[in-house]
């Protein structure tokens, strides 16, 4: 049996790096700054010297979403936001094309059968890349790393942000819903409860906490690292999404950096306390690369614009860096 990290679906180790710099999944500035501060901190050069061919993959002109963004806030009319029930589903039109967009890169990635490592942007991206991988490989498993569910349907959100309802739509929960926004209708939805788990939760909404317990979705909280360790968390969630096979299968990870704690990732839209070390969150992405069944990587809302001090963009940039390098092979020895 081979040790170490290895990658059984890419023997090849050909990537590519999806540029998703979107922001409209939510209301904050600065997260479609991510990719372009990731890649100027050495991110692709450090993946080639881990013996990965690498190639970026632009998926949507920044430029043009943040002005649409902009103009949006000037309007008195809210823009593309749906109203459902007295809530906003916000920025639906541009969500809905942005992440078609990302879907398309990233289908257009899987199916050359390169490794797609999606930078973001918010964790609305996530509705693309999933949906593509799974296209690709529909028995794939999907860890969420993340302090939120993420599972708030367009009726149950209570801030109307679309980065806080990617997964009810990955799942298809927001199809039977009266006035779902048509820019959305494209997504599959086909990802099945029984094929997530959730690792970091600790910030859950109501209408979450019940969406999760009537589906029967894994979603280990923080409680569960803290009281198994995170090595028997990763193992129970990797044999949760693939239980006939004892946790082996394809494996994706969306990592949202807030699943870490603050203290080492602060610049970040939606920051708990009480999250996973960093040593804990890279040791995640390094159990999976040892596991070969890692077969795509979101690294998603680092905001460099929400940094008090230079050094709160040094460590998040540096940190979401270290995600992705850990799970594409690099090793403490």
Known sequence: METGPHYNYYKNRELSIVLAPFSG???????????????????????????????LEPSMDEAQFVGKLKMEKDSTTGGSSVMIDGVKAKR???VGEATKLVYNSVSKVVQANR??????????????????????????????????????TIES???GNLHGCPVSFLMGLNKDVPHCPESLKWVPGNLSPKKIAYIGLRDVDAGEKKILKD?????????????YGINAVIEMAMKAVHPETNGEGPIMCSYDVDGVDPLYIPATGTP??????????????ERLAE??????LDVVECNPDLAIHDIHVSNTISAGCAIARCALGETLL
């Open 92 to 94: 639906a039109d541009l």
């Open 25 to 55: 999944g939510q209301g904050k500035l600065g997260v479609e700054k991510g990719p372009k501060y990731m890649l100027k901190h050495g991110l692709q050069t450090s993946i080639e010297d881990l013996g990965w061919s690498t190639e």
């Open 272 to 285: 708990v306390r009480g999250g996973l070390t960093l040593r804990e969150g890279l040791f995640l992405v």
């Open 115 to 152: 490794f797609p490592l999606t930078l973001g942007g918010d964790h609305s991206i996530a509705i693309g890349t999933v949906s593509a991988v799974l296209d690709k490989y529909p028995d794939a498993g999907l860890l969420w790393i993340d302090a939120h569910a993420d599972i708030n």
């Open 157 to 159: 959100t209570p801030s």
């Open 215 to 227: 589906l029967g979705i894994a979603a280990f909280s923080m409680y569960h690292v803290d009281k």
């Open 291 to 296: 596991s070969g069944n890692l077969i795509a």
